[in-house]
């Protein structure tokens, strides 16, 4: 079977679950590729306009949250399709590749997939499914259920399969599915805590992993506070540092010089420290959140984005994270989930009991199985 993964390139939560996808299906031994779906219509200064979009957007996530939520809407998805039906190019582009390459299926990781792709594959190849994935999790935009071509959504949580009902999306439309882990996460047995801090040469104490986020920009006031209060922590901070975010580094050093910072940058082997860390901390994409879950580590989500404010529900749910921006409630927390026993007991039964389930290939094998079922079902015109 051959399966056509979509993303947009708006750093990597919509990628990093196409290329995981992808390569299950390869490693099940199906054929598979991936690819932007800007790349696919050859329309690369739509693809660097939506780049500097989300970096803008990481910058000013609260200007973020108020234009998203003003611009998520039906009838902007519906506009998004009445717009490319005036560029006949970049339609044409997506028929000559899906001709060359007959794929059994097509998903995609990011709701443009519904207004954009999914009426050209209807119109051009009835027989080929169209499918959604939901990346934020808890979430599904608005303006992605404008489309009436989409086969299904796949989400991985109950907050995001009711919130796609409350969207308007039936229920043969609606499927649940494992999250699509990296292929190096999935296929790596995961180290004890211990042995993971003497991997990566630390010390064997309470650690905090701190995300910077795709862009790297962060700041020093919580790990100031830790300095100050003399916590017996140490601190982790993951992601290459924007230029003004290592100057501030660079200075707490001088001013706290014994303070346990380590700075690894980029990493490749993030599977080994997040077993080595206690806690997570930072601008949280859905697969670090996730990612962080599956390792039954706590999360505190310091800013926010739109499409992940529904994590909030999961949180009141589930207590296996928190959102907070104050940085003196940060170091309470962090300090309260370090020192409090019986805290941390809790968290570990909530983290137990989470109903998310994990899993590329299981998610593949889902995948065929509905595409086998939704081709019969077009052919016995159901």
């Not at 999914?118 to 935009?141: E, G, S, T």
């Not at 404008?146 to 308007?168: E, M, N, P, Q």
């Not at 100050?228 to 707490?252: C, E, H, P, W």
Request: aromatic share 12%.
């Amino acid at each position: 079977m051959k399966g056509l993964f979509l993303y947009i390139t708006a750093g990597k939560g919509h990628q990093t679950p196409a290329e995981a996808l992808r390569d299950a299906m390869i490693s099940l031994g199906h054929q598979a590729v991936s690819m932007d779906m800007f790349d696919l219509m050859q329309a690369p200064r739509i693809k660097q306009q939506i780049e500097r979009n989300w970096r803008m957007m990481l910058r000013h996530p609260t200007q973020e949250r108020l234009g998203d939520s003003l611009a998520d809407t039906k009838f902007s998805g519906k506009l998004i399709t009445t717009t490319l039906g005036l560029v006949p190019k970049m339609r044409d582009r997506v028929i000559a590749y899906v001709r060359e390459y007959q794929p059994d299926f097509i998903l995609g990781t990011h709701f443009l997939i519904g207004p954009m792709i999914a009426p050209i594959i209807r119109k051009f190849f009835p027989a080929i499914p169209v499918y959604a994935y939901a990346p934020d999790i808890f979430y599904y935009p608005i303006a992605g259920s404008a489309s009436k071509y989409l086969d299904r959504v796949f989400v991985t949580s109950t907050i995001g399969r009711d919130w796609c009902y409350h969207l308007g999306f039936s229920g043969a439309q609606v499927s649940l599915c494992p999250f699509p882990l990296k292929k190096v996460i999935e296929e790596t047995k995961p180290l004890p805590t211990k042995v993971a801090r003497e991997k990566l040469g630390l010390k064997d104490r309470f650690t905090i992993l701190f995300n910077l986020g795709g862009e790297g920009i962060g700041n020093t006031r919580l790990v100031r506070v830790l300095a100050k209060r003399n916590f017996s922590f140490q601190v982790v901070i993951l992601g290459t540092m924007s230029k003004d975010t290592a100057k501030r580094y660079a200075k707490f050093r001088q001013v706290y010089p014994s303070f346990p910072l380590y700075t690894p940058g980029f990493v490749t082997n993030m599977q080994d420290w997040l077993c080595a860390c206690d806690i997570q901390i930072g601008k949280a994409g859905a697969n670090a959140q996730m990612e962080a879950m599956y390792y039954h580590k706590p999360f505190i989500i310091t800013e926010m984005l739109y499409p992940a404010e529904k994590t909030a529900d999961f949180f009141a749910q589930h207590e296996v994270g928190w959102i907070e921006n104050n940085v003196r409630k940060q170091a309470d927390l962090l300090e309260r989930y370090a020192t409090d026993t019986a805290f941390r007991r809790h968290v570990a039964k909530e983290m137990r009991n989470v109903p998310i389930v994990y899993g590329s290939k299981q998610f593949v094998r889902q995948i065929i199985g509905d595409t086998i079922k939704d081709a019969g079902d077009r052919q016995t015109g159901h």
